[in-house]
């Protein structure tokens, strides 16, 4: 087996190597790491009887996991039956596979009539295609089967791999098991209740296993992943084992978790944090202590930023300019000083356009504002969706600096902290890339001391990555996000500790 897995891996690279990235992307083949096939394979081996185990690759590509199949059930590895959609990597995974009992079948797996296999074992990596490379009437006629097949409607926004999760029980015998690698987005956004319904509904669902944001385990792919166990049988009274870390065989963390419970749960990412108990505890969390917005949604930020030279090409007055933070990407710290002005020391200063002039006014007073006015008409900014409802359209809405920001999304294995908070000495406004955090009424006054503010700055940057991410969701790609309210439902203990006894109106000073 050593010899033909290390053939087997040669042949992957040269395929990869050879067919372009963006065909692989939109076809979802990203090939599992041989260590992680057997990572999983392992793991998967005691929920197994003994005997002879036959297994269904709803995905085989090149045959990593029958390869790690092979490895880990030696001589209770019985017969496979694989499906590959591409024959350029099916063909020479046949003939390297050639001689052991697996087939091979050049078949869409969502298409093919089911034979009756009855099969014991699925092991599978299925196709991460996004909803937007899945033609319409694909999607249709999988929805239409899915309804059929579990009676759950499937949102169109769902990807290949909730199809391939939820069209697969027909295969298997009665307690058959299933194992997916799949990626860990379905757990809290809304088109995946389709598949969390149908987990606890539908089978039994014995655990699923969420690596860290920190731990890609796909080299060409920034995917944040999750190992999905379940049996081909209806829900028993076991609760679902919930673990996470870098390698499912030794967690970080380990809940238990009722079924009951499970099923009511609008988001299964924060149960990885803290089980249960404290995912209602409603106490400590950020919410209490800061309102969140959204930055200014301009409607066109090409036009309504603006630098300096545009300011001066086109005398535009102070009146109709705000100070505005720059893209995150662009913010290298996370500390804005502030000038006398109020305006951020930036190395490149951008300001926010807004004007609720009328157009007769502009164009007898301001005659250079109003010409560049008319070049976001030239460019259609006045018909933009959201500059088509303002009155007039070149004026945008109202917002105050805020003391704490946040940039909204970041990707996992990015450079520096995933959501990192920025402490504004600045009067700079953000635009809709950032959230920003108002201290509520109560604690309004005392976060004017400079030196408590910075505290609270300093104890949001404690929360660790995947407290945040339990509350956000995740996407494609890598990409992650939180917003309003999900940052706001952040347990914060560290901030509650030094905000909490202003709220008592105890008198107490942190500095002494």
Known sequence: M???????????DELDLHKPHKERNMMGQFATPYDLAVEIMEYVRP????GTMTLLEPAIGTGVFYS???????GNAGRALGFEVDPYYLNPARELWSGHDVEFRCEDFLKAPNGGEGLDLIVTNPPYVRHHHIPREVKERLKIAVKKETGINVSGLAGMYCYFMLLSAKWLKDGGLSCWLVPNEFMDVNYGKAVRQYLTEKVDLLQIHRFGVENLKFKDALVSSCVVIFKNKRPSSNKVVFTDGEHIAMPCRKYSIDKNVLAKEDKWGNLFIRGVDGVRNSDFVLGRFFTVKRGVATGDNKFFIVDENTVNEYSIPQKFLRPVLP?????????ILGANDGSPLLPARQYLFTCGEDEERLKRDYPMVWKYIQSGIDRGVDGGYICSRRSPWYLCEERKPAPIVVPYMGRAGGKGRL????????????TNVYLLLYPKVNFARCLKNKKLL??????LNLIPVDELMANGRSYGGGLNKLEPRELMNVPVPGVAELMIPYEQGAEMSLFG
């Not at 790690?68 to 030696?74: C, D, H, I, L, M």
């Open 68 to 74: 790690a199949f092979k490895r880990v059930f030696g």
């Open 454 to 459: 910075a505290e609270v700055w300093h104890r």
């Open 419 to 430: 959501f990192r908070f920025i402490l504004n000495n600045s009067k700079a406004i953000t």
């Open 47 to 50: 929920f197994c009887p003994q």
């Open 2 to 12: 050593v010899d033909i897995e290390a053939r087997r891996q040669m042949m992957q």
């Open 327 to 335: 893209s995150p990407k662009y913010v290298a710290g996370n500390v």
